[in-house]
C-alpha cells in the first residue's frame, strides 16, 4: 500500500534490462549489431555461425582491429563506445554504431562471450550472463574478434514467446547479412545455419561480382541507375546510385529492394513509393523490382539517431532525394532500350549481361533479347506460336484495291494488357495532329516500304532497313506533344458538373489537396453534400473525369506534402492520354499516315522508346545485311 505509488529509481540492472528490449528484439537484429561491430572494426572477412536461428547459437568471428584487454570489460558498458567521443560527434557519423549500447544489451539477455586479439597482443575473453560479467581470461585465437552469444532469452519467458519460429529468424538472417554484403563488396562474408554454409561471398572490388554473388542470375538482369543529366543542377548534394531490375523482373513483397545510406543498410519501407513511381505504369499492381540503391549524402543531411536499432535514419531534405531517386529511376527505364542493333547486344542496355564475365552465367533481359534480330543464323529469332494467324500486309500503293475483310487480331499477352490498360477504344489518327517543332534528333529523312501485319512499319532510313512498332511509335510522339502543348491544361467548363461520389477520407483528402487540382485546370465545389467537378483540363474526357480524380486522389500524400509536383502529374496525364489515343496494333494505316509518324519521330527527343520504356524501333543495317547474305569480302 505505502510504497506502490512512490517514486523510486530503478537500479542499473533493471534499467539495462529496459533498455535491452529495445536494442534486442530478435536474433537477427543481435546479428546485425555484431556484424556492424565487426565492420566498424575494418574486418575484411566476417564470419557468422546460427543455430536454429539464433535461439541456441550466434557466432561472429571477424578479422578485425580487436578489442584491447583492458578495454574487454568496458565494452560491455552500457554507453560505452570507442566510436564517438562528445554530443558534437553526433551530428558527423562515419561508423555504424555509435550508442555503445549492443553489448550490454545482448549480454542482459543471453550468455554471451567476447574473445579478442588486437595485431600484436594476446588473446583474452570475457563472459557476461544475464548481466552479470565474469573476469578477463586469457584465450588462444586468431588476431580479430570473435563474439558467442548463446541461449538468448531463455531468461526472459515473455520475450521468448512472442518470438517468431526458428526458419523464420533464420531467413532474417540471411537478409541481414545480404543486405551488409551488398553495401561492404570489399569484406568477404560467410554465413552457416545449422552446420549448413548458406552464403559465402569472396570480398571483391568490383561492385558487380558482389551482385552476382548475393543475387545470382537475376544480377543480370539489373540495370544500372543513371541520373538524368539535368539533375546535376538540381538543389543538393545528395546522390543516388546503384542497380534496378528490368520491369518483367517482380516481387510480391519488396523485400529484395536494398536501400543504402552512407553505407548503411536501412529499411526500404519509406522509398518503396517513390521507386514504384519512378518506374511508373511499368509495374504491375502489388509488385516491387529488385533494386540495389545507394544514396550518398553529407552526414550532417541524415540524422540516424532516430531508432535504438539505427535501421530508421530521419533525412533532412526527404521530399527533394525521394524525386531525386524516382527521377533517377524514371530517367533510367526511359532511356534504357535505345538504339537496338542489329548484330551483337544492344548497346543502349548497360546492364550487367554487356559487361560479361567469362566465368559467370550471364543472361541478358528478356525483353532486350527479344528485340534482338539474329543475321548471322546461329541463333534463330525465337517466334511464339501465335493462337491466330496474323494478317498478311500489302505494299500501301496497292491498298486501293484490297478487299475489305476485317483483320484478325492476334491476342494481346497479358504482359502487353497490363502495358496498355489505359489504351481507350478512340484512336487520333496520325495525320490529323498538331504539327510538332524542328528537327531535333539525328535520324534522317525515312520513307515507309510497306505495313507488316497491320502493325509494323517497315522503312527506309538512308542506309538502314527499320522496323517500327506503329503503336509504341505513335505513343512517344503523342506524349511529347501532349506535354509540352499547354493549351490541354486549361481548365474548361463542363457542360453538366460531374458529381464525385467520395468517403470520408477522400473528402479530406481532397480539402487537403485542392491546390493540386487547382493546378491542373480543375475546379471542383462542394454543393450540399456533394463534390462536383466543374471545371476540369480539356484533355480528359467526360467518363475518365471521376476515375482520374479517385487515382489522384491515392496520390496526395498522407501528411498533405505533395509528393509530386504539378509538372509531374501532368506529365502522368500525358503519359496515359498518349497511351490512349495511339493507333492500335492491327490498325492499317494509309502512306500519308505513316509518312506522318515518321517526319514526326524526327522531332521528339527520345525516339528509340516508348513512353513504357519498350523499343520503338529495330534497326538493321544494310551492312549487316550484306554480310548475312555473303556479300562481304
Ligand atoms: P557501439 O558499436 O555503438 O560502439 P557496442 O556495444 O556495439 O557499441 O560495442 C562497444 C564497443 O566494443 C565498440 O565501440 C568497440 O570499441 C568494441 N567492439 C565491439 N565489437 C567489436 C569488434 N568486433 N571488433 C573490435 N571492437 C569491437
Ligand atoms: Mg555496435
Known amino acids: 500500500m505505502m510504497s506502490s505509488d512512490r517514486i523510486t529509481q530503478?537500479?542499473?540492472?533493471?534499467?539495462?534490462h529496459i533498455a535491452a528490449g529495445e536494442v534486442v528484439e530478435r536474433p537477427a537484429q543481435v546479428v546485425k549489431e555484431l556484424v556492424e561491430n565487426s565492420l566498424d572494426a575494418k574486418s575484411t572477412h566476417i564470419e557468422v555461425e546460427i543455430e536454429r536461428g539464433g535461439f541456441d547459437l550466434m557466432l561472429i568471428t571477424d578479422n578485425g582491429s580487436g578489442i584491447d584487454q583492458s578495454d574487454l570489460p568496458l565494452a560491455l558498458d552500457r554507453h560505452a563506445t570507442s566510436k564517438l567521443s562528445s554530443a558534437a560527434d553526433l551530428s558527423s557519423i562515419g561508423t555504424l554504431g555509435f550508442r555503445g549500447e549492443a553489448l550490454a544489451s545482448i549480454g542482459?539477455?543471453?550468455?554471451?562471450?567476447?574473445?579478442?586479439?588486437?595485431r600484436g597482443a594476446e588473446g583474452r575473453s570475457i563472459v557476461m550472463m544475464d548481466g552479470d560479467k565474469g573476469s578477463v581470461q586469457p584465450c588462444g585465437m586468431a588476431e580479430g574478434t570473435r563474439m558467442e552469444v548463446k541461449n538468448i532469452f531463455s531468461n526472459q519467458p515473455a520475450r521468448?514467446?512472442?518470438?517468431?519460429?526458428?526458419?523464420?529468424?533464420?531467413?532474417?538472417?540471411?537478409?541481414?547479412?545480404?543486405?551488409?554484403?551488398?553495401?561492404?563488396?570489399?569484406?568477404?562474408?560467410?554465413?552457416?545455419?545449422d552446420g549448413k554454409i548458406i552464403l559465402d561471398v569472396p570480398a571483391t572490388d568490383d561492385m558487380e561480382d558482389r551482385l552476382y554473388d548475393v543475387l545470382g542470375q537475376q544480377a543480370g538482369k539489373m540495370i544500372n541507375l543513371k541520373a538524368p543529366a539535368s539533375d546535376a543542377q538540381a538543389p543538393g548534394n545528395e546522390s543516388w546510385t546503384g542497380w534496378i531490375s528490368t520491369p518483367d523482373i517482380t516481387r510480391g513483397k519488396g523485400d529484395d529492394i536494398h536501400i543504402l545510406i552512407n553505407g548503411r543498410p536501412v529499411a526500404a519501407q519509406p522509398f518503396l513509393q517513390a521507386i514504384r513511381r519512378g518506374y511508373r505504369t511499368r509495374l504491375m499492381q502489388g509488385r516491387h523490382p529488385v533494386a540495389v540503391l545507394m544514396l550518398e549524402l553529407p552526414p550532417t543531411e541524415v540524422d540516424v539517431n532516430v531508432h535504438p536499432t539505427k535501421s530508421e535514419v530521419r533525412l533532412r531534405n526527404s521530399w527533394r532525394v525521394l524525386e531525386r531517386l524516382e527521377r533517377a529511376i524514371a530517367h533510367t527505364l526511359e532511356s534504357t532500350p535505345t538504339e537496338p542493333e542489329s548484330s551483337g547486344p544492344i548497346t543502349g542496355i548497360t546492364s550487367l549481361a554487356n559487361q560479361t564475365q567469362e566465368s559467370k552465367p550471364v543472361q541478358k533481359p528478356s525483353w532486350a533479347t527479344s528485340a534482338q534480330l539474329s543475321l548471322s543464323g546461329e541463333q534463330p529469332l525465337e517466334l511464339k506460336p501465335k493462337e491466330k494467324s496474323r494478317p498478311i500486309s500489302t505494299a500501301p500503293t496497292s491498298q486501293k484495291t484490297i478487299t475489305n475483310q476485317a483483320p484478325i487480331a492476334p491476342a494481346l499477352s497479358s504482359a502487353e494488357r497490363e502495358l496498355h490498360r489505359y489504351a481507350g477504344a478512340d484512336m487520333t489518327r496520325p495525320g490529323s495532329e498538331e504539327p510538332l517543332g524542328p528537327v531535333i534528333n539525328d535520324l534522317p529523312p525515312m520513307e515507309p516500304l510497306a505495313q507488316f501485319a497491320d502493325s509494323y512499319i517497315v522503312v527506309q532510313a538512308k542506309d538502314e532497313l527499320l522496323l517500327i512498332d506503329q503503336h509504341a511509335l505513335h505513343e512517344r510522339i503523342r506524349y511529347?506533344?501532349?506535354?509540352?502543348?499547354?493549351s490541354i491544361w486549361v481548365g474548361q467548363t463542363r457542360i453538366s458538373p460531374v458529381d464525385l461520389n467520395l468517403d470520408q477520407r477522400q473528402e479530406t483528402k481532397l480539402a487537403a489537396g485542392i491546390h493540386v487540382f487547382d493546378q491542373l485546370g480543375f475546379i471542383i465545389e462542394k454543393d450540399v453534400d456533394n463534390f462536383k467537378i466543374l471545371k476540369a483540363p480539356a484533355l480528359l474526357k467526360g467518363d475518365e473525369l471521376e476515375p482520374f480524380v479517385h487515382d489522384l486522389l491515392l496520390d496526395v500524400s498522407q501528411d498533405g506534402a505533395p509528393l509530386e509536383t504539378v509538372e509531374k502529374r501532368k506529365d502522368h496525364l500525358a503519359f496515359l492520354n498518349s497511351c490512349r489515343g495511339a493507333v492500335k496494333a492491327n490498325?492499317?494505316?494509309?502512306?500519308?499516315?505513316m509518312r506522318r509518324l515518321l517526319d514526326d519521330m524526327r522531332r521528339i527527343p527520345n525516339p528509340w522508346a516508348c513512353v513504357h520504356g519498350r523499343p520503338t524501333a529495330m534497326r538493321i543495317p544494310l551492312d549487316a545485311l550484306d554480310l548475312h547474305f555473303g556479300r562481304h569480302g
Open 160 to 193: 521468448l514467446a512472442f518470438q517468431r519460429r526458428s526458419p523464420t529468424e533464420t531467413s532474417k538472417v540471411v537478409d541481414v547479412i545480404i543486405s551488409h554484403a551488398l553495401s561492404h563488396p570489399k569484406v568477404g562474408f560467410r554465413l552457416k545455419s
Open 587 to 593: 490498325e492499317r494505316l494509309t502512306l500519308p499516315e
Open 480 to 486: 511529347e506533344r501532349l506535354r509540352h502543348d499547354e
Open 10 to 16: 530503478l537500479d542499473e540492472k533493471t534499467i539495462g
Open 108 to 118: 542482459m539477455v543471453s550468455e554471451l562471450t567476447v574473445s579478442s586479439r588486437p
